[in-house]
């Protein structure tokens, strides 16, 4: 579904998503099984995917945005970075409820990109790393992004069938 006075490139790909009232999607981007609010700004060869981007989020040119990442409003990331599988990033500063010394947000522009205003909220220390390869006995194990911190944020994508919007 795509809102009133949004704008998409002819060379840009619109998969399984719905795309919010005078919103722009650049050249060579592609946005999969996603939800851009109104008056999402998407520069040119950007990917999205399975993630959810607020009112007035602006993406430059060349970010990524992987699997199960929520942005809040008024968020702009790039140019020229990927957010890694579920991030959250937002516009005020995370609250932390111990001590700001603890508070492991940032807003370095290897993270969130040069031109990029937002703060990338912390990882929670007590979630296992989906990407730590190795379990606590030193074997492999299957790396999962499934934590059970991500599945409430997996359960939109689970519930609605979005194929047959495009």
Same mark, same amino acid.
């Given at each position: 579904?795509?809102?009133?006075?949004?704008?998409?490139?002819?060379?840009?790909?619109?998969?399984?998503?719905?795309?919010?009232?005078?919103?722009?999607?650049?050249?060579?981007?592609?946005?999969?099984?996603?939800?851009?609010?109104?008056?999402?700004?998407?520069?040119?060869?950007?990917?999205?995917?399975?993630?959810?981007?607020?009112?007035?989020?602006?993406?430059?040119?060349?970010?990524?945005?992987?699997?199960?990442?929520?942005?809040?409003?008024?968020?702009?990331?790039?140019?020229?970075?990927?957010?890694?599988?579920?991030?959250? !990033?937002?516009? $005020?500063?995370?609250?932390?409820? +111990?001590?700001? =010394? %603890?508070?492991?947000?940032? #807003? @370095?522009? *290897?993270?969130?990109?040069?031109?990029?205003?937002?703060?990338?909220?912390? !990882?929670?220390? $007590?979630?296992?790393?989906?990407? +730590?390869?190795? =379990? %606590?006995?030193?074997?492999? #194990? @299957?790396? *999962?992004?499934?934590?059970?911190?991500?599945?409430?944020?997996?359960?939109?994508?689970?519930?609605?069938?979005?194929?047959?919007?495009?």
């Amino acid at each position: 579904m795509i809102g009133g006075g949004t704008r998409i490139d002819d060379k840009a790909s619109v998969v399984g998503s719905v795309v919010g009232s005078d919103s722009t999607i650049g050249k060579s981007t592609v946005v999969s099984n996603s939800f851009l609010w109104e008056g999402a700004s998407i520069g040119a060869g950007c990917s999205v995917e399975s993630s959810i981007l607020a009112d007035g989020v602006t993406l430059l040119d060349g970010t990524h945005v992987e699997r199960g990442c929520l942005i809040g409003e008024g968020v702009t990331l790039g140019p020229n970075v990927t957010l890694p599988a579920f991030s959250r !990033v937002s516009r $005020e500063r995370p609250a932390d409820e +111990e001590s700001d =010394d %603890e508070l492991v947000s940032s #807003r @370095e522009p *290897s993270k969130i990109g040069a031109n990029g205003s937002g703060w990338l909220w912390p !990882v929670d220390p $007590e979630q296992d790393d989906p990407l +730590e390869e190795l =379990d %606590e006995t030193g074997e492999e #194990r @299957e790396l *999962s992004f499934e934590t059970p911190q991500n599945l409430k944020y997996l359960r939109i994508g689970r519930e609605h069938d979005f194929t047959s919007l495009a």
